[in-house]
């Protein structure tokens, strides 16, 4: 069996320049095909992953696609920029190889999960991730984006009264008027004014879950180490599970963020490969790791920088923000983790950006995901969105 053709596309959404999904479906000479997907979505730089995704297409057009192992090291090693690369590689080495990892699961008849060594829970634990933005549903109007404390509050009982017993909320993106902060207002000490904001949304979030919900603190790498420090200890105050991405993450700024604050670190969507992850691990610097599916390399990757976690007693949470197809590619690799913590489902899953673009649209019931037994990763990329593409190249034998 060969790779025999390969079709590289960034499909439009309802707000496109907010997430614009790069996928690539990859086809056999046996009529088996496979789709994967790039994490680059958001932010900028989708466009450079989508070209990565076909220089990658070529290097690896007419291999076997069942050696998954073999064709990842020389995506990896034969590109030059690939060793010790960052997310524009990572994203497209991680778009083929998850759509590999779908042929094969369709190629011997069984869920992904099966061929990474079979399940070991049957369902996965979600949290409500981002209700900064709101927690809305599709059409829905009690979608709000959160300033005031009390929006922070009205947020967490949505996704509470639907049976989430953890939330994830950026409490530092936005000034008390609505403005976004910019990267003069989050770094450095905080002010007592910023502290007070923070503290009084954080109070709020936390009156409204209540003592049995669990709370991530999210902060997008916005601060530098100073103010993270206090952030940190501040998290203390309302028994906060995690600290994700406090900052720029380096061994030496995690470490001194980690001495002022017993609250675990949450990291890892900044980090690419198990290469970049060691000294983390090595040094105890992170206990809940995140690596993202769709910028790490994909399963083959991601599968290992899980099991050297496991070996530091380091949780995992694959990070996942991309299309549905991306959440399925999450829960069929975290069911196989013994080291799995939690998996978040992210508000843009139940927005109008995700709507066409997939056979399926899981959401968790009751803040718990199933795990869906068909073969390869469990779902694909509509024709029709196909279709639609802004950007669509093809690559043949």
């Keep these: 069996m060969k790779i025999s053709k390969i079709e590289v596309f960034r499909l439009p959404t309802a707000n496109s320049k907010q997430n614009s999904p790069i996928g690539c479906r990859i086809y056999t000479d046996t009529g088996l095909y496979g789709d ?35 064709i990842w090291e020389t995506m990896y090693k034969r590109t030059f920029w690939g060793q010790n690369g960052g997310p524009v590689i990572f994203s497209g080495i991680a778009a083929i190889d998850v759509a590999l990892w779908d042929i094969k699961g369709k190629y011997f008849g ?34 709000l984006w959160a300033v005031k404390p009390e929006d922070y509050a009205h947020n967490v009982k949505l996704a509470v009264a639907e049976g989430y017993d953890a939330v994830k909320i950026d409490f530092f993106d936005r000034d008390e008027d609505g403005k976004p902060l910019s990267f003069l207002d989050t770094t450095g000490f905080l002010t007592p ?57 380096t061994p030496q700024t995690v470490e001194y963020i980690a001495k002022h604050t017993s609250v675990p670190i949450a990291n890892g969507e900044r980090l690419f490969s198990r290469w970049q992850y060691a000294e983390y691990f ?44 991306t959440t399925d590619v999450a829960i069929q690799l975290e069911c196989t983790l013994p080291n799995f913590i939690i998996h978040e489902h992210h508000v843009c899953n139940r927005s109008d950006t995700s709507v066409g673009l997939t056979k399926y649209n899981r959401q968790p019931v009751n803040g718990y995901f199933e795990i869906p037994d068909l073969p390869g990763i469990g779902n694909e990329f509509l024709r029709s969105a196909i279709e639609k593409a802004t950007f669509y190249k093809v690559i043949e034998l």
């Excluded at 994967?36 to 007419?62: F, H, K, P, T, W």
């Design 282 to 325: 090595k040094r105890n610097l992170l206990q809940l790791a995140q690596p993202d599916v769709g910028n790490c390399g994909g399963i083959t990757e991601t599968k290992k920088i899980a099991d050297m976690a496991h070996a530091f007693d380091v949780g995992v949470q694959v990070h996942a923000a991309g299309s549905p197809l």
């Design 193 to 249: 004014k910023q502290y007070k904001m923070v503290e009084a949304r954080m109070a709020a979030a936390r009156e409204a879950a209540g003592d049995d919900v669990d709370i991530i603190m999210e902060n997008h790498s916005y601060p530098d180490a100073l103010g993270a420090a206090q952030l940190g200890k501040l998290a203390e105050k309302y028994h906060i599970l995690a600290f994700e991405e406090p900052n720029t993450p």
């Design 36 to 70: 994967g997907e790039a994490g680059m979505a958001y932010g900028i730089g989708g466009d450079a992953a989508a070209s990565m995704i076909v220089d990658l297409a070529q290097l690896v057009i007419g291999m076997n696609p069942l050696q998954t192992e073999l």
């Design 110 to 143: 069984v869920p992904v999960y099966e061929l990474l060594g079979g399940k070991v829970r049957d369902r996965l634990r979600a949290y409500a991730s981002q209700l900064q933005f709101g927690w809305g549903m599709v059409g829905e109007s009690e979608n």
